[in-house]
């Protein structure tokens, strides 16, 4: 089974609707992290967490909401999803010196 | 502004043939630097990382990447390229001794001609 896991791995949704990304680890690691990825941009990130009580915005966190249920599990949230937040979302553990990426949610926002 | 940049957006190379991707960074002390591949629908893999000692960094798949402090470089390399290789690169570095997250180049994107 893989380390980290994202669902759903693909999202097609209307403009206005909410919309939970959920992200999963067996690692075992307190630090996660939700990045976008769009063409030419590289990773962006949205938010990170280095443990359950505590939780951070990253560069672009502006409509996204996130929720650390435990240390295990890392959502990422959508209000109210718009088109500009379709994207490739991924999913990030770390250790003391690498992070581990889950394989992606492409999500599309009409 | 710490960042890392990578000049090349788009790389085409014959099969068999080196390759060498560039990456610039902007750390004020040593960073700690990754590169990562990302294969078409697929996830980021660590491919090697660099945070002291020798500058000569070897990883998986036969790439390597030497660290240069006098030209804020950490460019990949692979002397002779498979068609399996194709695919985006991402560069990416944090300031040593941080508890920060990964900062990303904007990737470079390698084509394989057969």
């Known amino acids: 089974d893989a380390d980290v896991t994202q669902t759903p791995r693909n999202r097609i949704t209307k403009t206005g609707k909410r919309i939970m990304l959920e992200c999963s680890q067996t690692?075992?690691?307190?630090?996660m992290y939700w990045y976008r990825q769009d063409p030419g941009l590289g990773l962006r990130l949205i938010y990170y967490?280095?443990?359950?009580?505590?939780?951070n915005k990253g560069e672009i966190s502006d409509g996204y909401s996130v929720s650390r249920q435990a240390q295990a599990k890392f959502s990422l949230s959508l209000e109210s999803a718009i088109p500009n937040q379709t994207a490739l979302y991924f999913c990030?553990?770390?250790?003391?010196?690498?992070?581990?990426f889950g394989p992606g949610t492409r999500l599309t926002v009409l | 502004a710490q960042s890392v940049t990578q000049p090349d957006i788009h790389i085409t190379v014959s099969e068999g043939a080196s390759l060498e991707l560039r990456c610039n960074y902007s750390?004020?002390?040593?960073?700690?630097l990754f590169w990562y591949v990302q294969s078409p629908g697929q996830g980021l893999q660590l491919l090697l990382k660099?945070?002291?000692?020798?500058?000569l960094v070897q990883g998986i798949k036969g790439f390597e990447a030497e660290f240069k402090r006098s030209q804020s470089s950490f460019n990949l390399r692979k002397p002779s390229v498979h068609w399996s290789d194709a695919a985006e690169y991402f560069c990416?570095?944090?300031?040593?001794?941080?508890?920060?997250?990964?900062?990303f180049g904007s990737g470079t994107q390698l084509t394989v001609l057969p």
């Open positions: 990030a553990t770390r250790d003391s010196s690498e992070q581990f």
């Open positions: 690692k075992g690691h307190d630090r």
């Open positions: 967490s280095f443990d359950v009580k505590d939780i």
């Open positions: 750390y004020g002390a040593t960073p700690y």
């Open positions: 660099y945070f002291s000692g020798d500058t």
């Open positions: 990416a570095g944090v300031r040593s001794g941080s508890a920060r997250q990964l900062t």
